[in-house]
């Protein structure tokens, strides 16, 4: 059966997608599968897509460092979430209402890095957010729900 686009041709259609195939397909007037059966039988139009993903994980993760830079405390958070892992910044599973930012502080007291987070935490919410058993399932002590950084205690009328 002969192909009707060359790999070439895919491969290219990728590379401007950036490696999106639903947009590469669309471009070349093809389903997607048809993208992914090129993908899979030519290595060079493999290669192309794989590199193209990169690349676009690569801006990605260049936008969230500028993020962080900028102070972002959702981008802050992610980072710690997903990086920070081995250092003890995790999501707390045994309550469903977490800080606005997704995480709780983590367990570990005299880590320096989990002090920085601690004070981070205090600047933007101007309080640790847990209960006197490390918990906040208290209503006075929880985490706004709203993402506003006011805990019901701080509300304005």
């Given amino acids: ?3 009707r686009y060359t790999p070439e041709q895919v491969a290219e ?5 950036h490696g999106i195939r639903t947009i590469a ?13 090129y993908i899979a039988r030519h290595p060079a139009v493999r290669e192309a897509y794989d590199e193209a993903r990169n690349d676009l994980l690569d801006l990605a993760e260049m936008q969230l460092m ?29 309550r469903r209402r977490v800080p606005a930012g997704g995480c709780r502080r983590p ?18 919410y101007g309080r640790s957010g ?3 058993d490390g918990t ?17 205690d701080q509300e304005q009328g």
């Fill in 1 to 3: 059966m002969k192909e």
């Fill in 13 to 17: 259609a990728l590379t401007e997608a």
């Fill in 25 to 37: 397909a669309r471009s070349l007037r093809c389903s997607r599968s048809t993208i992914d059966r």
């Fill in 66 to 94: 500028d993020a962080v830079d900028e102070g972002k405390f959702p981008a802050i958070t992610y980072t710690l979430l997903t990086l920070g892992k081995d250092r003890g910044y995790i999501i707390d599973d045994r």
């Fill in 107 to 124: 367990p570990v007291e005299d880590d320096e890095a989990a002090k920085e987070f601690e004070a981070a935490v205090l600047e933007i």
């Fill in 130 to 132: 847990t209960a006197g």
């Fill in 136 to 152: 906040a399932d208290d209503e006075d002590d929880a985490w706004p729900e709203d993402g506003s950084g006011e805990t019901p």
